[in-house]
């Protein structure tokens, strides 16, 4: 089992619908958790990140984190198709110089 | 800010020959730099980790000696692919991380599409 599973997808929504992404992990010491936004053939960009477990909202992005299920999900609002991307989540652990250990990728096509 | 290049962001080089693709942090000093690579809807995967001024860390299953990463100066990494083949064509991408800054910043450069021939 690897540490981070991420279903690739791809996940073709209409414009304006609700996207959820998700993740689940199995190493219980990760407590960081961001999620990264992809474009073709781009370095990734930060998008969000979450320290333990919690909401965390920022514009029309959401980011849940539940510890106790090992389960985190990404959450868009009002989708664009300036929203079509691979959608990367990553998380870390204390020591190791907090180096994140990344899901696949979620290759999300929002179409008008 | 936290702008990171790579050059060159793409190349193709026969079988054999040697690569060297640069990343620099072009407005903030980067004490660490993390190289990576990406095969096509796969995830990133670490091969190394290096600190200004020391050798790098490599990734268990990472040949030190086929990818040469140097990081001499705080705002510029090289990462050499040497004798290249063609299962070492591939996504590579950089990423930068600041002193003092939070443990899950790190900022990406654009990647380098490597084709060998």
């Known amino acids: 089992q690897k540490e981070v599973e991420q279903d690739p997808g791809p996940l073709s929504v209409p414009e304006g619908a609700i996207v959820s992404l998700n993740c689940t992990y199995s190493?219980?010491?990760?407590?960081?958790f961001m999620w990264y936004r992809q474009y073709s053939r781009k370095g990734p960009e930060l998008l969000m990140y979450?320290?333990?477990?919690g909401n965390k909202e920022d514009g029309r992005f959401t980011a849940q984190v539940d510890k106790s299920s090992k389960y985190i999900s990404l959450f868009i609002r009002d989708s664009q198709p300036s929203d079509s991307a691979t959608y990367l989540c990553?998380?870390?652990?204390?020591?190791?110089?907090?180096?994140?250990?990344f899901g696949r990728g979620t290759s999300l096509i929002v179409h008008p | 800010g936290a702008v990171v290049s790579q050059h060159p962001s793409w190349v193709i080089c026969k079988s054999g020959t040697s690569v060297k693709i640069e990343c620099r942090s072009l407005?903030?000093?980067?004490?660490?730099m993390f190289w990576y690579r990406q095969f096509p809807k796969q995830s990133l995967m670490l091969m190394a980790t290096?600190?200004?001024?020391?050798?790098?860390?490599?990734e268990q299953g990472v040949e030190k000696d086929k990818f040469l990463i140097n990081h001499a100066s705080l705002t510029l990494s090289t990462l050499t692919v040497t004798s290249a083949h063609p299962e070492d064509s591939s996504f590579y991408i950089c990423?930068?991380?600041?002193?003092?800054?939070?443990?899950?910043?790190?900022?990406f450069g654009p990647g380098t599409r490597l084709t060998v021939t």
């Open positions: 990423s930068a991380r600041q002193l003092g800054q939070a443990n899950y910043e790190q900022y």
């Open positions: 190493n219980s010491a990760f407590q960081y």
């Open positions: 979450t320290y333990s477990s």
């Open positions: 990553a998380m870390s652990a204390p020591g190791g110089s907090y180096i994140p250990t």
């Open positions: 407005d903030f000093q980067a004490t660490t």
């Open positions: 290096s600190n200004e001024g020391s050798k790098a860390t490599y």
